[in-house]
């Protein structure tokens, strides 16, 4: 994208100055668009900007968990959805704790979004519109769901993740979620 605009700025540049036309107005200086000047940079850019996407992801992730699960302390029928929900929030506050202090160390320092996806707001929106057995029956679904999706990203990135701290993270957490992903299962 970045390249491309370049281009295009750089074609316009030449067709203008092609023209010749002379004119006593003061010419502005063209825009300077910063981009990588080797392949390593544009390399390093792109491996940023996938780990800011991964980074982003989990922490939606995250966030969707603690808040589906305050939903469910409060909501839900049975002391085991209500036990589950109560490690959900413990677990997920954690990992954003990790999560951030590893995008943080990462060079660039990468800064993740928790800004749910749209679907995760849908979901919320559902479970919160729900009572009795019909929420536990969503609260359990949306785990179940969630921590899928979860696995898949991390291992995902674990696999083929660019910015190392992040890769070393989605390994790691790769066993805790597979473990909750069970536990949904079960409630």
Same mark, same amino acid.
């Given at each position: 994208?970045?390249?491309?605009?370049? /281009?295009?700025?750089?074609?316009?540049?030449?067709?203008?100055?092609?023209?010749?036309?002379?004119?006593?107005?003061?010419?502005?200086?063209?825009?300077?668009?910063?981009?990588?000047?080797?392949?390593?940079?544009?390399?390093?850019?792109?491996?940023? $900007?996938?780990? &800011?996407?991964?980074?982003?992801?989990?922490?939606?992730?995250?966030?969707?968990?603690?808040?589906?699960?305050? /939903?469910?302390?409060?909501?839900?029928?049975?002391?085991?959805?209500?036990?589950?929900?109560? $490690?959900?929030?413990?677990?997920? !506050?954690?990992?954003?704790? &990790?999560?951030?202090?590893?995008?943080?160390?990462?060079?660039?320092?990468?800064?993740?979004?928790?800004?749910?996806?749209?679907? &995760?707001?849908? !979901?919320? $929106?559902?479970?919160?519109?729900?009572?009795?057995? $019909?929420?536990?029956?969503?609260? %359990?679904?949306?785990?179940?769901?969630?921590?899928?999706?979860?696995?898949? !990203?991390?291992?995902?990135?674990?696999?083929?993740?660019?910015?190392?701290? /992040?890769?070393?993270? %989605?390994?790691?957490?790769?066993?805790?979620? %597979?473990?909750?992903?069970?536990?949904?299962?079960?409630?």
């Amino acid at each position: 994208m970045k390249q491309s605009l370049l /281009l295009a700025v750089s074609l316009a540049a030449l067709g203008l100055a092609g023209c010749n036309k002379q004119s006593d107005e003061p010419v502005e200086p063209a825009v300077s668009v910063a981009t990588p000047s080797s392949a390593a940079e544009a390399g390093a850019v792109a491996a940023v $900007d996938k780990g &800011q996407a991964f980074a982003n992801i989990a922490a939606a992730s995250d966030a969707f968990e603690i808040e589906s699960s305050k /939903l469910a302390i409060t909501k839900a029928t049975t002391a085991k959805i209500k036990a589950f929900a109560n $490690d959900m929030v413990e677990a997920h !506050t954690k990992s954003t704790a &990790q999560l951030k202090a590893v995008a943080g160390a990462a060079s660039p320092a990468i800064t993740p979004d928790a800004a749910l996806s749209a679907a &995760q707001k849908a !979901t919320l $929106d559902q479970l919160g519109a729900k009572s009795g057995t $019909d929420f536990d029956r969503a609260y %359990a679904a949306a785990q179940v769901s969630a921590h899928e999706e979860a696995l898949d !990203t991390l291992k995902g990135y674990a696999a083929g993740g660019e910015v190392a701290s /992040l890769k070393e993270f %989605a390994s790691k957490l790769i066993p805790t979620v %597979a473990a909750h992903l069970n536990m949904a299962k079960s409630i």
